[in-house]
T-cell receptor, first 113, second 115 residues
Framework: DQQVKQNSPSLSVQEGRISILNCDYTNSMFDYFLWYKKYPAEGPTFLISISSIKDKNEDGRFTVFLNKSAKHLSLHIVPSQPGDSAVYFCAVTYHNAGNMLTFGGGTRLMVKP | EAGVAQSPRYKIIEKRQSVAFWCNPISGHATLYWYQQILGQGPKLLIQFQNNGVVDDSQLPKDRFSAERLKGVDSTLKIQPAKLEDSAVYLC?????????????FGPGTRLTVT
């Protein structure tokens, strides 16, 4: 039973446009949400996070939105750049989880020049 | 600051053979994680260490997988005997008490192919 789902395995956008990556979770106990980015032959790297007390967190071109009632989070990248082409994983945890993460299956983003 | 080191980067073995992976976390990071990432899926936590103690190993197939972190620094993950379904990338990650919630630093991984 998948607790974290990324329903779009891939996404293609034009350079300069907005990329929107989505993630759904099932357990309302999760209270911290993260996005990781992974390039081929490298390990995932932390990108941005949000706690359940917020509904938006912004860091430069990256913004994460959290809709707790829908158990849904999204990552917006504006404007998208070719260097953003990578696999993006959402991950969730909760405050007593000892920093353990549960990852979604990933979405491969391709930004075309 | 050096990142998380893993070796080997690639390994090909036949089923029923054994294999071991090594991880050296970022200096000073007390928490170490091993993940299995099967092609097309997200990383799945196998085991988490805090210093040299196990915090969680609920998803580690203990009949064939074992892991240790004897001196609270580097760690090894072993598979014996390997099965075809163990083909995956094995990722090691570390974090410290100053890391943000959920923020982990990953190594490049070891790609295992079992034939």
């Amino acid at each position: 039973d998948q607790q974290v789902k990324q329903n779009s395995p891939s996404l293609s956008v034009q350079e300069g446009r907005i990329s929107i990556l989505n993630c759904d979770y099932t357990n309302s106990m999760f209270d911290y949400f993260l996005w990781y980015k992974k390039y081929p032959a490298e390990g995932p790297t932390f990108l941005i996070s949000i706690s359940s007390i917020k509904d938006k967190n912004e860091d430069g071109r990256f913004t994460v939105f959290l809709n707790k009632s829908a158990k849904h989070l999204s990552l917006h990248i504006v404007p998208s750049q070719p260097g953003d082409s990578a696999v993006y994983f959402c991950a969730v945890t909760y405050h007593n989880a000892g920093n353990m993460l549960t990852f979604g299956g990933g979405t491969r983003l391709m930004v075309k020049p | 600051e050096a990142g998380v080191a893993q070796s080997p980067r690639y390994k090909i073995i036949e089923k029923r053979q054994s294999v071991a992976f090594w991880c050296n976390p970022i200096s000073g990071h007390a928490t170490l994680y091993w993940y299995q990432q099967i092609l097309g899926q997200g990383p799945k936590l196998l085991i988490q260490f805090q210093n040299n103690g196990v915090v969680d190993d609920s998803q580690l197939p203990k009949d064939r997988f074992s892991a240790e972190r004897l001196k609270g620094v580097d760690s090894t993950l072993k598979i014996q005997p390997a099965k075809l379904e163990d083909s995956a990338v094995y990722l090691c990650a570390s974090s410290s008490w100053t890391s943000g919630v959920g923020e982990q630093y990953f190594g490049p991984g070891t790609r295992l192919t079992v034939t």
